[in-house]
């Protein structure tokens, strides 16, 4: 059974950091590209980073962009989400997510979530 | 950057009935579009890729079609676990852009 757990998120000050951790299993890690999504409180999806599954490439959202690094450890089946300068405007429920096969299909497998708050 | 947007943001429906969900894109996206369900609280489901390929253990009445521009979710025969939101999204480019939501919700 596939399954996606996210943990790291918390509390934190504007301007500090956070870093989110992806755990999986029941599937072969190392072929699936994954991602990051989230929603802020009342608002819709938003796609925040991708990584190819053998890191060639990563993509993330002009909103995070140089404040946000998603990467992942193949040998540990594991993704992460290092987010530095965190705004208010970053509060949100973050989601990993898998890409079922293809980039171009969509994400097949999400976690429950993690919730990262940013307040003074 | 592709922009999606869905009509209507917000339908009120009755079990039993046919709601349809228009994704319209700002330039062509292929068959590149999925579509996913969400309810609070809970981990997004995924429902259909490549524009109208039901995703394995989804019920039939869902149903995707579209390719370009313009796309549709149908849901026929509304049951009480479909009241929920609908997102569309497109994989075509980055970022990857989702549309803003349909919210299904019993009248």
């Known amino acids: 059974e596939v399954q996606v757990v996210e943990t790291g998120g918390g509390l934190v000050k504007p301007g500090g950091s956070l870093r989110l951790s992806c755990t999986t299993s029941g599937f072969i890690f190392s072929s699936y590209g994954m991602n990051w999504v989230r929603q802020a409180p009342g608002k819709g999806l938003e796609w925040v980073s991708s990584?190819?599954?053998?890191?060639?490439?990563?993509h993330h959202a002009e909103s995070v962009k140089g404040r946000f690094t998603i990467s992942r450890d193949n040998r540990r089946n594991a993704l992460y989400l290092q987010m530095d300068s965190l705004r208010v405007d970053d509060t949100a429920v973050y989601y990993c997510?898998?890409?079922?096969?293809?980039?171009?299909?969509?994400?097949?497998?999400w976690g429950q979530g993690t919730t990262v708050t940013v307040s003074s | 950057d592709i922009q999606l947007t869905q009509s209507p943001s917000f339908l009120s429906a009755s079990v039993g009935d046919r709601v349809t969900i228009t994704c319209r894109a700002s330039q062509g996206i292929y068959s590149y579009l999925a579509w996913y369900q969400v309810k609070p609280g809970k981990a997004p489901k995924f429902l259909i890729y490549d524009a109208s390929t039901l995703q394995s253990g989804v019920p039939s009445r869902f149903r995707g079609s579209g390719s370009g521009t313009e796309f549709t979710l149908t849901i026929s025969n509304l049951q009480p676990e479909d009241f929920a939101t609908y997102y569309c999204q497109q994989l075509n480019s980055y970022p990857r852009t989702f549309g803003q939501g349909t919210k299904v919700e019993i009248k």
């Open positions: 997510a898998r890409d079922h096969g293809s980039e171009f299909y969509g994400m097949d497998f």
């Open positions: 990584i190819s599954s053998g890191n060639e490439y990563r």
